[in-house]
T-cell receptor, first 109, second 117 residues
Framework: RKEVEQDPGPFNVPEGATVAFNCTYS??????FFWYRQDCRKEPKLLMS???SGNEDGRFTAQLNRASQYISLLIRDSKLSDSATYLC??????????FGTGTSLTVIP | EPEVTQTPSHQVTQMGQEVILRCVPI?????FYWYRQILGQKVEFLVS??????SEKSEIFDDQFSVERPDGSNFTLKIRSTKLEDSAMYFC??????WGTGNQPQHFGDGTRLSIL
């Protein structure tokens, strides 16, 4: 089983829509969780950390469910600039990041 | 905002040749990493480096690969004898502290595209 699994999509949503992505991780010892976004052929950029109690940053909300070993990202009021690939990242031990394959989002005018 | 910088942006090399990819991490960061991303695939961890030594490495990071911090600012990845399958985007990253200290994320450079002919 893969360390981190994501639905690759693509998700095509109209501007203003709400969209949610899920990510599951296989190792219960995983400790830290992040969402990164990656634009086409660019580097991953940190979107937000994911905290146990859930956290919100503007239009973005991240949730962690340790019992079910998944994390989620909710984007409200989607904008054209949100079009990107969203990468789920899990750290198990040490400093090794495990990346999911990413979920592709296209926001349509 | 401070950033991780990588050079060159694109490197084209003949198979079997050695290549060195260079990175300048964020100045107050102490932990350094290399990742690669083959076109259309996920980002894969190669190696992490702290206090002038490798702290972790993946199965991909075999004897053909080495890392070095030759001075106070550069962090390099060397591939000794390149293979066609080494063609990928290579990302350098750095972090201020390990993950165990306040969820410190890694900041990525914009990558070096390595093409092996």
């Amino acid at each position: 089983r893969k360390e981190v699994e994501q639905d690759p999509g693509p998700f095509n949503v109209p501007e203003g829509a709400t969209v949610a992505f899920n990510c599951t991780y296989s190792n219960s010892a995983s400790q830290s969780f992040f969402w990164y976004r990656q634009d086409c052929r660019k580097e991953p950029k940190l979107l937000m950390s994911v905290y146990s109690s859930g956290n919100e940053d503007g239009r973005f909300t991240a949730q962690l469910n340790r019992a079910s070993q998944y994390i989620s990202l909710l984007i409200r009021d989607s904008k054209l600039s949100d079009s990107a690939t969203y990468l789920c990242v899990v750290i198990r031990t040490g400093n090794q990041f495990y990346f999911g394959t990413g979920t592709s989002l296209t926001v349509i005018p | 905002e401070p950033e991780v910088t990588q050079t060159p942006s694109h490197q084209v090399t003949q198979m079997g040749q050695e290549v060195i990819l260079r990175c300048v991490p964020i100045s107050n960061h102490l932990y350094f990493y290399w990742y690669r991303q083959i076109l259309g695939q996920k980002v894969e961890f190669l190696v992490s480096f702290y206090n002038n030594e490798i702290s972790e490495k993946s199965e991909i990071f075999d004897d053909q690969f080495s890392v070095e911090r030759p001075d106070g600012s550069n962090f390099t990845l060397k591939i000794r004898s390149t293979k066609l399958e080494d063609s990928a985007m290579y990302f350098c990253a750095s972090s201020e502290a390990p993950w165990g200290t306040g969820n410190q994320p890694q900041h990525f450079g914009d990558g070096t595209r390595l093409s092996i002919l």
